[in-house]
C-alpha cells in the first residue's frame, strides 16, 4: 500500500513538473539559440550511433528476413522490401532510435541535472531568481521534440540502405524492384504518425530524464540511483508509448493499412 501511495505521488509531482515544462514553451521558443544548443548535444552529437546502429539493423533484416522468404518460396526475397519499409516506418525506426536516445541522452542529462542538484546549483539558481524549470527543462523538452524524428528519419533511410545492400548482394534484387516493392504499403499519413510519434516520445524522455535529475538525493550515490532510475522508467515509456500511440493511429484509421 506504501508503494502504490508513493507511486502515485511520484505520478503527481511528475505531473506537476511537465505542466510547468509546458508553461515555459513560448518563452523558450523566442530563444533558438538554446533549443540548437540542445538540439546538438542530443541530436547531432547522437547521430554517429543511431546511423551506426540503424545499418547494421537493416543488414540484419535483409539477411535474416531474405533467408526466410526465400526457404519459404525460392525467389521471394525481393518482396521483403515493402515490409521492411513499412515496419521501419511504423515501428521498429521510432523504437530503436528512442532506445538508443535513452541509453546516450537520458543517463547523461540525468547525471548532469542530479550532479547540479546534490552540489546546490540549482538552489543557487533560484537565489540569482532564475526558474530552473525554464532554465534547465523546457530548453532540453523542445530540443527532444525536434531531434528525435530527425533522428528516426536518418536511422529509417540509413535501415533501408543496409536492407538493400544486403538483399541486392545475396539475392541479385533489382533496384528498382526493391525501390518499387518498397512503396506499395507505404501511405503519405504513416510518415506523419512515425513523425509525431516520435515527437511525443522525445517530449516524455526528457522530461523524465530531468524529472528524474530533479530528484536526486543522497550525494554521489544519489546520482546514480537517479540514472539508473532513468534509464528504466524511459525504456519502459518507449514501448508502451510506441504500442499506445500505435493503438490510436490504428483505431482512428479504421484499420492496420486503411
Known amino acids: 500500500m506504501e508503494k502504490l501511495k508513493a507511486f502515485f505521488h511520484d505520478l503527481g509531482q511528475f505531473t506537476r513538473f511537465s505542466i510547468e515544462a509546458f508553461k515555459y514553451f513560448p518563452k523558450n521558443i523566442l530563444k533558438p ?78 547525471a548532469h541535472l542530479g550532479t547540479m542538484k546534490v552540489t546546490e546549483q540549482i538552489d543557487a539558481l533560484k537565489t540569482f531568481a532564475v526558474n530552473p524549470v525554464d532554465y534547465l527543462v523546457t530548453p532540453r523538452v523542445l530540443a527532444g521534440i525536434i531531434s528525435l524524428p530527425l533522428l528516426g528519419f536518418f536511422s529509417i533511410l540509413v535501415s533501408l540502405f543496409g536492407s538493400w545492400l544486403m538483399i541486392s548482394a545475396l539475392y541479385d534484387v533489382p533496384n528498382s524492384v526493391f525501390l518499387e516493392v518498397a512503396q506499395i504499403p507505404l501511405k503519405t499519413r504513416f510518415i506523419y504518425e512515425s513523425v509525431f510519434k516520435m515527437a511525443i516520445i522525445g517530449a516524455v524522455l526528457l522530461l523524465v530524464s530531468t524529472y528524474c535529475g530533479f530528484q536526486t538525493k543522497e550525494g554521489a550515490a544519489g546520482v546514480g540511483k537517479s540514472v539508473i532510475r532513468s534509464v528504466v522508467v524511459s525504456s519502459f515509456l518507449v514501448i508502451m508509448l510506441d504500442y499506445l500511440l500505435g493503438a490510436v493511429f490504428m483505431l482512428f484509421s479504421g484499420g492496420v493499412l486503411s
Open 33 to 110: 539559440r538554446e533549443i540548437f544548443q540542445n538540439v546538438f548535444s542530443i541530436g547531432v552529437e547522437s547521430l554517429p550511433v543511431v546511423l551506426t546502429t540503424g545499418l547494421f539493423m537493416g543488414l540484419i533484416f535483409g539477411l535474416q528476413l531474405g533467408n526466410a522468404m526465400e526457404a519459404i518460396i525460392a525467389g521471394t526475397a525481393q518482396y521483403i522490401s515493402g515490409a521492411l519499409s513499412l515496419s521501419l516506418i511504423k515501428e521498429i525506426g521510432p523504437v530503436f532510435t528512442s532506445l538508443i536516445v535513452v541509453s546516450r541522452v537520458c543517463s547523461s542529462v540525468t
